[in-house]
């Protein structure tokens, strides 16, 4: 039997004065939104992965303040994520300049904005993030231990 093995991904919600920031990337052809999010690359932490989508995305240099929640979602029979989504809180609106070219655009959207575009969301999953960080429900980033990360290399040195 082939070991489960789901993409492991980070996403951040990222709110000011009522607004989130969102990216429009094309998925197959179709105009889609999203919250900066992304895949975790090796020897990275799930904290440094996501603010360096978040930056990649939007161009906002970010640190992730707290951590929404952790999510399972099969997007098909052959495609599954683990999402850890985190959370941050500006105190203005930064001007988002995508440095990543398969972004068309970053821009500040507000709930009902989104809301309204949910038959592009790029899954269940955006507004599920959004509500959940509206009830403030919110784990510090510390939950997740990062400290043996490079172990193995470590142990091989």
């Not at 000011?16 to 090796?42: F, R, S, W």
């Not at 655009?105 to 899954?123: G, V």
């Not at 960080?133 to 043996?148: A, E, I, M, P, W």
Request: charged letters at 20%; hydrophobic letters at 40%; one cysteine or more.
């Amino acid at each position: 039997m082939e070991r489960y093995k789901p993409n492991v991904t980070v996403a951040c919600v990222i709110a000011c004065e009522d607004k989130y920031l969102m990216v429009e990337e094309l998925i197959d052809g179709k105009l889609t939104y999203n919250q900066p999010a992304g895949h975790l690359e090796a020897h990275e932490s799930l904290t440094q992965a996501c603010a360096r989508e978040v930056l990649e995305e939007t161009g906002v240099a970010i640190k992730p303040q707290s951590l929404i929640k952790i999510y399972q979602f099969q997007a098909n029979e052959d495609l599954a994520f683990l999402r850890f989504t985190y959370a941050c809180a500006l105190d203005e609106l930064l001007t988002p300049t995508p440095q990543d070219n398969a972004i068309c655009r970053a821009l500040w959207m507000t709930l009902d904005e989104i809301e309204q575009r949910k038959p592009q969301l790029r899954s269940p999953l955006v507004l599920q993030c959004i509500h959940d960080y509206r009830q403030g429900k919110l784990f510090s980033t510390d939950v997740v231990n990062s400290q043996f990360l490079l172990l193995a290399q470590s142990h091989n040195a």
